[in-house]
């Protein structure tokens, strides 16, 4: 066969092989992770941490309340349990019964606060929870769709380099040389098809003779771009 159209074949089976290349690099890319699947990571991980939170301010301010109830309810007995005779005694320890309470409705409103916010954290945390499975799931199904394609390219591109090295058996080792040399130079497009008579490459209107010899099955250069030339 005419080196030409062995370089020819060679070129159609190298960019299929860039193409293969290509597109397993951005299935490689779309199976990670995507930044909207982090942030709902995150943002459930703050509804957690909030709860988390939330959780042991109700249980503390909760423990508070029992607390100061139990004194309020023991300091009454001693008060009405006619243990204390002194009358002076008797208002001192009304008037601390009455502080004591007062105190204790601020610590109630307080604990209340606390049991609204766990309630609230609770439900932002569920809202995430249900936001990051749906969106996980849906991540998944296509990692899943786009590993399958990833298997199909590998075999794809194994097929392509055993005809790759089929080709490259007929070739000259300098015509080899020079096309990778070439490939390098000019963005992987070493060996373009004439259209009409204008470069496949660059799209430059060709001269007669270059046109005649590409006819002939030549090894031609387009003058312009420096790319082989085949009809
Ligand atoms: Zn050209």
Redesign the pocket.
């Known amino acids: 066969m005419q080196t030409i159209k062995l370089l020819a074949t060679l070129q159609k089976i190298d960019l299929a092989l860039d193409a293969d290349r290509r597109q397993f690099a951005e299935n490689k890319q779309a199976m990670q992770p995507s930044p909207e699947l982090q942030a709902m990571l995150k943002q459930m991980k703050e509804a957690e941490a909030r709860l988390k939170h939330w959780r042991k301010q109700r249980r503390e301010r909760d423990e508070k309340v029992t607390e100061l109830s139990d004194k309020i309810t023991m300091l009454e007995k001693q008060l009405y349990g006619g243990r204390i005779k002194d009358a002076r005694e008797q208002v001192s320890m009304q008037q601390n019964i009455e502080s004591l309470k007062r105190h204790l409705a601020t610590l109630e409103e307080s604990a209340l606060e606390a049991l609204l916010e766990q309630e609230e954290a609770a439900k932002r945390l569920a809202e995430t929870q249900n936001a990051f499975a749906a969106m996980k799931q849906a991540w998944q199904e296509k990692k899943t769709a786009l590993e399958k394609e990833q298997e199909a390219l590998v075999v794809h591109a194994r097929g392509l380099k055993a005809k790759r090295e089929q080709v490259v058996a007929t070739l000259p080792a300098a015509d080899l040389k020079r096309y990778e040399a070439m490939r390098k130079k000019l963005g992987g497009l070493a060996v373009?098809q004439m259209n009409g008579r204008s470069?496949?490459?660059?799209?430059?209107s060709l001269p007669t003779a270059v046109v005649q010899k590409v006819h002939e099955g030549q090894t031609v250069k387009?003058?312009?771009?420096?790319?082989l030339?085949y009809d």
Request: charge should be positive; charged fraction near 5%.
């Open positions: 373009v470069c496949g490459g660059c799209g430059a387009c003058p312009i771009c420096g790319r030339l």
